[in-house]
Each structure stands twice: as structure tokens, then as C-alpha cells.
Antibody, heavy 124, light 107 residues
Framework: EVQVVESGGGLIQPGGSLRLSCAAS????????MSWVRQPPGKGLEWVSV???????YYADSVKGRFTISRDNSRNTLFLQMKSLRAEDTAVYYC??????????????????WGQGTLVTVSS | DIQMTQSPSTLSASVGDRVTITCRAS??????LAWYQQRPGKAPNLLIY???NLESGVPSRFTGSGSGTEFTLTISSLQPDDFATYYC?????????FGQGTKVEIK
């Protein structure tokens, strides 16, 4: 059974750093496409980042240059390193295993199997 | 970025009602559109991908249609479990975007 479990959230001061983890079971992270999506309290969903099976990474403009997505193949775990955190980064962060399609214009992916989320609160 | 606009923002309905939610894209996305259901305090659950393909395990009362810039999600006969918030998402580009959500409430 495919399962992902996030951890690492908490209260952090503005300007601080935090690393989120996403432990996977039932599939191999490095062979798949994985996303992070966040949801501020009481608001909608916002895509954050994706890592492809070939290691390519992409980010939302709102986090580009501050967040880094990566994976540890030996631990079958996905990470999101967050730096220079701002109040507007406060959200529940979900990781997900993606569906994917190979198209003429490239690979398209879509979050399919989501974890339960981990809450990050940026506040002084 | 492609903007996704859902309507309505809130919908009041009764068990057994037929319900339709609309999602419009600011530019064409072919059929690269998904629908998610989210219950309070829970992670989103994928319902439909590629505009009309039902995810495994999702009841057949959920149907999706559309292409280009206009899409719909229809629930043929609303059940108690269906009172939730629904989001569309385009994945035509790597910079995926969600609609703002439609909350389906009990009338």
C-alpha cells in the first residue's frame, strides 16, 4: 500500500529555517514524481514544488530561492528545506506521490496519494 | 501563471440533489485538469484526472467533463459523505495552480 507520512513541522520565527520530511512506504521515492502542496489555515491549496524521477526540480514563484526539494534514496524519504521563512509561509504542508504522463511537450504530473500533512507556523 | 476560477464559491444542497461545479482556466489547458475533494481536517482526495477519468475507488456518481478552458464536476445524487470542499487543479504546466475551492454545504 502506498503511504507517505510528513513530519518536521512546528513553530519557527520569521527568518528562520525548517526541514520537513516525508517518509514513503509501498513505493520507491527515487523512481517516482513527488510534490509538496501547502494550505494556509482556513484557505485554499497552493502547489509548492515537485521533483521528477530524473532529479529535476521546480518551484512556485512564491518560494523560489528559499525552499529546496530533495530526496534521500537510502531512506526512501522526501524533504523540503525551507529558509528565510515568512509569516505567509504558515500552512499545513502536504507531500504527495504524483501520477505522471509523458507527453509531446514533456512530463506532466499530478498529486495522487497524499499524506496527512504537517503544520508550519511562522510567528514571533 | 494560469489562473483557475471556480464557481460557485459556496453551494447549499440537500441529500439526493444533482450538483454541478464549474472551473474556468485563464488559458487553454487541453484536458489536463483534476478535481479533489477535501473534508475538514483531512488531506485532499483525488477524484478525477484528465478532466473525466475517475480515480480508482471513487463512486460513479462523480463525473467530470470539459476541455480547453471550461470544465465541470457533477455529483449525480449528493450523499452525506459528499459535503466537503472541492478544488480543481490544472497541471498543463509545471507551475500547477488550484481553483479557490467550492464548499458544498447542507441546505
Amino acid at each position: 500500500e502506498v503511504q507517505v507520512v510528513e513530519s518536521g513541522g512546528g513553530l519557527i520565527q520569521p527568518g528562520g529555517s525548517l526541514r520537513l520530511s516525508c517518509a514513503a512506504s509501498g513505493f520507491i521515492v527515487s523512481s517516482n514524481f513527488m510534490s509538496w502542496v501547502r494550505q494556509p489555515p482556513g484557505k485554499g491549496l497552493e502547489w509548492v514544488s515537485v521533483i521528477y524521477s530524473d532529479g529535476s526540480t521546480y518551484y512556485a514563484d512564491s518560494v523560489k530561492g528559499r525552499f529546496t526539494i530533495s530526496r534521500d534514496n537510502s531512506r526512501n524519504t522526501l524533504f523540503l528545506q525551507m529558509k528565510s521563512l515568512r509569516a505567509e509561509d504558515t500552512a499545513v504542508y502536504y507531500c504527495a506521490k504524483d501520477l505522471f504522463w509523458n507527453t509531446i511537450s514533456g512530463v506532466l504530473t499530478l498529486p495522487q496519494s497524499w499524506g496527512q500533512g504537517t503544520l508550519v507556523t511562522v510567528s514571533s | 501563471d494560469i489562473q483557475m476560477t471556480q464557481s460557485p464559491s459556496t453551494l447549499s444542497a440537500s441529500v439526493g440533489d444533482r450538483v454541478t461545479i464549474t472551473c474556468r482556466a485563464s488559458q487553454t489547458i487541453s484536458r489536463w485538469l483534476a478535481w479533489y475533494q477535501q473534508r475538514p481536517g483531512k488531506a485532499p482526495n483525488l477524484l478525477i484526472y484528465q478532466a473525466s477519468n475517475l480515480e480508482s475507488g471513487v463512486p460513479s456518481r462523480f463525473t467530470g467533463s470539459g476541455s480547453g478552458t471550461e470544465f465541470t464536476l457533477t455529483i449525480s445524487s449528493l450523499q452525506p459523505d459528499d459535503f466537503a470542499t472541492y478544488y480543481c487543479q490544472q497541471y498543463n504546466t509545471y507551475s500547477r495552480t488550484f481553483g479557490q475551492g467550492t464548499k458544498v454545504e447542507i441546505k
